[in-house]
């Protein structure tokens, strides 16, 4: 199946995306509806946050670009001292912008 990529196919792919979107979203609120949560739930629940995010970062730590790396490092280093994660994203961030421009 193929879409042109005309205004209205464009379109046509954000509607898709959006209804795709909310469907996963609304459904994992409507199937969690059904579940009772446990502690055992529970730390599953916590727990997935945390895989997911490592299954992001650990690839860009072995196959990342400089500007990567230096993300990586200076989120790290900026969490560690401010416990605070929005400055450190947006140091990251800072510091994979200025690398990439820099060099």
Partial sequence: MT?????????????????????????????????????RIESFINTMASSVLIAIIVPMAF?????ALAALSVTAVTMLVLQKPLPAIGAGVFAAAALRYLF
């Fill in 63 to 67: 196959e990342g670009d400089a500007g």
């Fill in 3 to 39: 879409i042109e990529t005309t205004t209205t196919g464009v379109l046509i792919l954000i509607l898709i995306m959006t209804l795709v979107t909310l469907v996963t979203r609304f459904g994992g609120v409507f199937i969690m509806s059904f579940v009772r949560i446990n502690p």
